[in-house]
């Protein structure tokens, strides 16, 4: 049984950055993807960002594309989410999630294990 608890979140000025972190236990790290997901209040939970196993292929939502960088280390059991440049529509909790497949997917109904999730929001 994988562990996840996120840290990070709190509240950020559009234009602003900020790290999410991941901190996973209870399992191997380096067998799992590991993926960000965001679910803003009334919406659905979307994807965000996964990076596989090994860390040597990553893939973004088109709506972060080029502001949000994911990577892991493996040393630490952590993955992280660099945000930069974040607008109000970034305001969302942020859940972690963890997958036994190589590279993850975009669809949150196949993920294995989920953290609870850190606030992030941004104001104007």
């Known amino acids: 049984q994988v562990q996840l608890v996120e840290s990070g979140g709190g509240l950020g000025q559009a234009g602003a950055s900020l790290r999410l972190s991941c901190a996973a236990s209870?399992?191997?790290?380096?067998?799992?993807?590991m993926g960000w997901f965001r679910q803003a209040p009334g919406k659905e939970r979307e994807f965000v960002a996964a990076i596989s196993r090994t860390g040597g292929t990553k893939y973004y939502a088109d709506s972060v594309k080029g502001r949000f960088t994911i990577s892991r280390d493996t040393a630490k059991n952590t993955v992280y989410l660099q945000m930069n440049s974040l607008k109000t529509e970034d305001t969302a909790v942020y859940h972690c999630a963890a997958d036994q497949s190589p590279n993850g997917s975009r669809d949150s109904g196949l993920w294995d294990y989920w953290g609870q999730g850190t606030l992030v929001t941004v104001a104007s």
């Open positions: 209870g399992g191997t790290f380096s067998a799992y993807a």
